[in-house]
């Protein structure tokens, strides 16, 4: 590479510049600072990193070898690597939010310089988290950038340059990544943006030859399924949906996202599948799935579709709506009928699940079905023996339904008061329901030994395909302006395992609307940790299992690794290892 440095950016006056704005002094735009360079800098000093301590990316994810991505740029990669070869220089390939996908060292030196600082793919070098880089620029701009020398917020990295152009796929015509040669900031020269440029370009020519191979062998499946079949049918992968006439009457209410997702779980295995899928409108249809392959690669699917017409044997419960609950899964609906059936019944039930599963919701939608008022009790909120006597008092002023929530946080001197207040309420004939996280037992085993039936409700990852009926109500129930769910987003969505459940769904739905005035919300306003999480392969039904198991323990253990790795009998690194092999959010687990 030909030495000689570019224009006076980063150097001695930028590095003045730095000093000043880092002691609180002010700093002007001009020659020696960029306007971008300075609002980062600006964004950055609110951040939650120290720049007086070692750069430190944090973990985001595994990467998918098997992208798209992936596998388009490598060997564009591997080419300027060679071209490069001998140089003091470092190739990056990030996702739009900074992530790293791929890398490569193109002498010893620079990968030497690099060792203390986690570069691994799957770390994240958003703005956030290590203050003012190329990723940064890019990030907000979404075009050819570059940071040089001083211009970085992080002083580890005065002694580099970086130069970043856009990776665009063109059949969506989304930015999917960025493109990073970094140098030392004493060899950077002009020719370096045009040749990442190119190396961009051309990984995004090879993602379009990829798109065009792809809807060529969807387009036959159809063509070829079609030719012998003349059942309703529907070809569609993660960005394409080809169907006849008597599928898109049968489907015209079916999200796209929803109809992929039944299509993928079916198919996943490379083999063909059997899937039930609930219609908006009432009624089932049974969905023959077979893969569409690239290679090994499974790409997408071509469905034929047959409405199920079931005749209910006489004297069975006919299918169950409780007001206020959505969702037309087969789990939820079993969820659901069980439920209402021991209300009908005045079963006292324990609704057992995890946390913003729809447990409250459930009981108290069941309950309202039978009894004209219910009295709902946060057994979290009885904290002395005045609340407890309070609680008796109006319990007994009432007739109607009694939902207790949460009763393994009713403290154990109330166990016995509160257990002969809802017999005596049992005996007068009325329905006593309660929810917790898990069954109860122990300190309040006299409450809990009450509930003769103990109902589990399902997590969300159970009946993801509810979850765009889920996002619809909770975006009406917001009030406001109009706001709607993107394909792209619905989809990222509907991947993504949500361990805090439908309450972790309307916090990030209250989120996303705060910060946007738009009235669609697409894939590329979801926070990137939730993308990122979301892009994982699914799990299988023993990981997803493991899965659960840790999460139980995190919660058992009150969020202290050691003592959860300890319950389970596996090491604090097999532990940490399987948090991220799963994408177990640690937070949402605790709680």
């Not at 995190?554 to 092999?581: C, H, P, V, W």
Request: glycine share 8%; hydrophobic share 45%.
């Amino acid at each position: 590479m030909e030495h000689g440095r570019v224009g006076k950016l980063g150097g001695r006056d930028t590095l003045m510049a730095w000093e000043r704005f880092r002691s609180g002094d002010a700093v002007d735009i001009g020659p020696a600072v960029r306007p971008e360079i300075l609002a980062s800098w600006q964004r950055s000093d609110h951040g939650r990193f120290d720049p007086e301590h070692r750069l430190g990316p944090v973990f985001g994810n595994e990467v998918d070898t098997d992208s798209r991505l992936y596998r388009a740029a490598k060997d564009i990669l591997d080419d300027l690597a060679d071209k490069l070869s001998d140089t003091t220089t470092a190739i990056f390939l990030c996702d739009p939010d900074g992530m790293m996908i791929d890398r490569r060292w193109c002498d010893g030196t620079i990968e030497r310089r690099f060792h203390p600082i986690p570069t691994e793919p799957g770390f994240y070098f958003s703005e956030d988290v290590v203050g003012t880089t190329v990723a940064a620029l890019f990030s907000a701009a979404r075009r050819p950038c570059y940071v040089a020398g001083a211009e970085h917020f992080h002083p580890e990295i005065h002694d580099m340059s970086c130069f970043a152009a856009p990776v665009r796929d063109p059949v969506t015509c989304e930015y999917v990544a960025m493109l990073d040669i970094t140098c030392l900031y004493r060899e950077a020269n002009k020719i370096v943006m045009p040749l990442v440029i190119s190396a961009a370009d051309a990984i995004s020519e090879r993602l379009g030859e990829d798109s065009s191979r792809r809807e060529s062998l969807l387009v036959q499946s159809f063509t070829r399924v079609k030719r012998r079949s003349s059942r309703p049918l529907v070809c569609v992968s993660n960005d394409m949906v080809i169907t006849n006439a008597a599928a898109a009457r049968l489907l015209h209410q079916i999200d796209q996202a929803v109809l992929w997702e039944h299509a993928f779980e079916a198919t996943r295995g490379g083999g063909s599948g059997r899937r039930e899928i609930p219609l908006p409108a009432g009624g089932r249809v049974m969905a023959d799935c077979a893969p569409i392959l690239d290679g090994r690669e499974v790409i997408g699917s071509s469905i034929q579709l047959e409405r199920i017409r079931r005749v209910e044997a006489s004297g069975a419960a006919p299918s169950v709506e409780l007001p206020g609950v959505e969702g037309g899964s087969a789990v939820w609906k079993a969820a659901c009928q069980e439920v209402a059936t021991a209300v009908a019944c005045d079963t006292p039930s324990l609704l057992v699940g995890e946390a913003g599963s729809g447990k409250l919701l459930l009981a108290c939608a069941a309950a309202a079905t039978c009894y004209e008022s219910v009295q709902r009790v946060d057994c979290g909120d009885l904290r002395s023996a005045r609340d407890v006597d309070e609680l008796v008092v109006s319990l007994g002023s009432d007739r109607g339904a009694i939902v207790l929530r949460h009763i393994e946080h009713l403290p154990a001197e109330a166990d016995h008061r509160l257990a002969d207040a809802l017999t005596g309420a049992l005996h007068d004939e009325r329905l006593v329901l309660a929810t917790a996280v898990e069954p109860v037992a122990g300190a309040v085993s006299r409450v809990a030994a009450l509930f003769g039936s103990v109902i589990t409700i399902p997590p969300l990852r159970a009946h993801a395909e509810d979850l765009p009926a889920i996002v619809r109500v909770l975006l009406q129930a917001k009030g406001g302006r109009p706001v709607r769910v993107g394909q792209d987003a619905l989809q990222v969505l509907i991947r993504y395992p949500w361990p805090g459940n439908v309450a972790q769904v309307r916090s990030v739905l209250a989120r996303l609307t705060a910060l946007s005035a738009a009235p669609l919300i697409g894939a590329a306003d979801l926070p990137p940790w939730l993308v990122a999480a979301a892009s994982r392969r699914r799990l299988t039904a023993m990981e997803q299992a493991e899965a659960d198991a840790i999460r139980q323990a995190m919660r058992a253990a009150g969020g202290n690794k050691t003592d959860a790795a300890e319950q389970l009998g596996i090491s604090r690194s097999t532990f940490y290892r399987k948090l991220r092999r799963y994408g177990v959010d640690m937070e949402t687990s605790i709680f």
